[in-house]
């Protein structure tokens, strides 16, 4: 059981979703609740979460506290934990019920990305709503799923910087319900177990089938006759038995296939079968190339061929009108700088893909892509690697086009070619992250004007002017990375600078000597980052100013850095000690590359 603070803390968090301050009247009540909860964690959250969705009157709550005193009298905790799971369930409207039990294609404990599932929503047809000039259907399904949150039947694994979630997962006893009800339903099946009685739901017809363990029972004959599978997920050491030619050709109703991670170096040509298949995730798989027939699948809104060895995409891509997202890269740890990242060639045909909302990572080596690209107005997130110099007037000029544009990601050909990006006269207002990798003549002019950015990465910038002036009004940023970005000693945020700032990642500044930080500049940093700054010998001293500071990471310092740091009669040492969490390391074992497709 948690302590009585934090029962109550976790009670009022989910019952009220921060809004308890609207409802003094309530406090004695939540109190009650939580004593009948006995404290324990599932209990106070499946309450809480039904409560969440009833009037906030002391009437309507008296009511419920005296049904769960009623019910204890008969019945143990987890017997009503389990009936309040299963109200929670049928209170919910239609579309939500068949979001919900998807989570049972997963296994028990997994935590998917919150953007895979909502994809996978769409795909499925579980949204309601179509397209319109301002939502799109990914964000009614991101709404489904705040609404699925906020009613606590799933729960967020991984938060973003800015609190968005990244990663969900439901709890294990409702997972056990929603196993349950599942089956009732014909909604999917989760084949666990690796040896599974004769005449079981194996000679049934699912709609959905989850194969997290390969079964004894089970031989492709056997699953020829599952012809009404819509959609079919592979999981540990089955996914080398059921990648086959056979498969392709046995399912085809299919509208989802997710092989991510399968033991598969090639995609059969049969894959040409699945007319009906609307997502496709090849992603962590060791394929070089897609065959011919992906042509065929005129209705895949979702091609996921992240960390694959696909480098050029055939030419019949071009007839896959309905795509939406186009994710393509491969991150290669074996090298360092801008050759980490590889993306895909298109040679031809790009600008029929006029549905694609995410496009990354696009080769643009060849700058005739670049025109292309105008016809792609629907975009939301474009990533380009590998431009060069020449082409950055004509990418400026397409990236005006895209109205609804709010990730950006330019990478140059190599780290010290200039990316040419000033001609960019009306940037889209809705850009709220821009990741620049190369060398700057000088910060564009128009970034000033990103009044909705969130999050700005600038690498190997190599700026002779501080940048902090053209950013000091940018009152939404919440992440700043600068690495290799400017060559001067210098860095200094005045009094009112960049007032919403959350995380500050300064690295690999060659001249840096040191960073000034005026008492009501950055008042928010929470994450401070320094490293392979060699020209800095002493902690920064206005680090004190940075009152809500909870983490800072250093690395790869000059060692006098670290000797003032570690001498315990320094300043530099009390500076840090007051750090909630302060960590050196000779590497940056705190990197991670940004990712491109979350």
């Known amino acids: 059981p948690l302590s009585p603070n934090n029962a109550l803390k976790l009670f009022v968090q989910k019952a009220f979703q921060f809004e308890e301050e609207k409802y003094p009247e309530l406090d004695d009540l939540c109190k009650e609740f939580v004593k009948k909860c006995n404290r324990v964690p599932l209990a106070i959250v499946t309450i809480a979460g039904r409560l969440s969705t009833k009037r906030k009157t002391t009437t309507e709550w008296r009511k419920v506290l005296n049904q769960l005193d009623s019910l ?13 799971m299963l109200e929670s369930y049928h209170d919910l409207p239609s579309h939500l019920k068949r979001c919900f039990l998807y989570f049972g294609l997963f296994p028990e404990g997994y935590s998917i990305s919150c953007m895979r599932l909502i994809r996978l929503w769409v795909a499925e047809g579980f949204v309601k709503e179509e397209d319109s000039e301002n939502s799109s259907m990914e964000d ?3 709404e489904y799923l705040a609404e699925l949150v906020r009613r606590c039947l799933v729960h967020v694994s991984r938060v973003d910087f800015d609190g968005r979630p990244k990663t969900c ?10 196993a349950r009800i599942c089956k009732e339903q014909m909604f999917c099946q989760a084949m666990k177990d690796t040896i599974t009685p004769p005449n079981s739901y194996l000679d049934s017809a699912p709609r959905r089938l989850s194969i997290i363990k390969k079964n004894d029972n089970v031989t492709l004959e056997r699953a020829q006759k599952w012809k009404k599978v819509r959609s079919c997920f592979v999981f540990d050491d089955a996914k080398k038995w059921l990648v086959t030619k056979k498969l392709f050709s046995s399912f085809e109703l299919l509208i989802g296939l997710d092989l991510s991670n399968a033991y598969l170096d090639n995609l059969p040509k049969q894959v040409g079968n699945l007319l009906n298949l609307k997502y496709l995730s090849l992603r962590n798989t060791n394929i070089k190339s897609l065959p011919e027939s992906i042509g065929n699948l005129e209705h895949l809104q979702t091609l996921n061929l992240k960390q694959t060895q696909v480098h050029e995409l055939p030419v019949e891509i071009k007839k896959l009108i309905k795509l939406r997202h186009l994710l393509a890269y491969y991150i290669n740890i074996q090298k360092f700088g801008m050759e980490r990242l590889e993306g895909v060639k298109l040679n031809e045909g790009l600008q029929n893909l006029t549905s694609l909302q995410k496009l990354s990572f696009l080769d643009a080596s060849d700058g005739s892509i670049i025109e292309e690209l105008k016809h792609l107005t629907k975009l939301r997130k474009l990533g380009i690697i590998k431009l ?19 990730s950006l990601s330019i990478w140059a050909m190599k780290s010290d070619d200039m990316l040419q990006l000033q001609s960019l006269t009306n940037p889209p207002s809705s850009l709220q992250r821009l990741y620049l990798y190369g060398r700057l003549e000088s910060l564009p002019n128009w970034i000033r004007e990103l009044k909705n950015l969130s999050r700005l990465y600038l690498k190997w910038s190599n700026l002779k002017e501080d940048p902090l002036p053209y950013l000091k009004d940018l009152s939404e940023l919440l992440y700043l990375e600068l690495y290799d970005t400017y060559i001067g000693d210098v860095l200094h945020f005045k009094n009112g600078w960049l007032k919403g700032l959350k995380v500050l990642h300064v690295e690999s500044l060659p001249m840096l000597k040191t960073i000034k930080i005026d008492e009501g500049a950055i008042p928010y940093v929470e994450e401070l ?9 002493q902690v920064p001293r206005d680090m004190k100013n940075l009152t809500r500071l909870q983490k800072l990471y250093l690395y790869d310092m000059h060692e006098q850095f670290i000797n003032r740091m570690r001498d ?17 390391s000779k590497y940056d074992h705190f990197a991670t590359l940004h990712n491109p497709d979350s």
């Open 529 to 537: 980052k320094i490293g392979k700054c060699n020209e800095m010998v």
């Open 568 to 584: 315990t009669g320094s300043d530099d040492y009390w500076i840090i000690n007051g750090i909630p969490l302060a960590e050196y």
């Open 169 to 178: 997962h439901v709890y294990d006893l409702m997972h056990k319900l929603i």
């Open 72 to 84: 204890l009298q008969s019945n143990s905790l987890l017997d009503i934990v389990n009936q309040v």
């Open 140 to 142: 009614f399904a991101d």
């Open 388 to 406: 060069k110099a020449q082409y950055g007037d004509a990418l400026c000029k397409t990236i005006e086009k895209m109205s609804h544009l709010c």
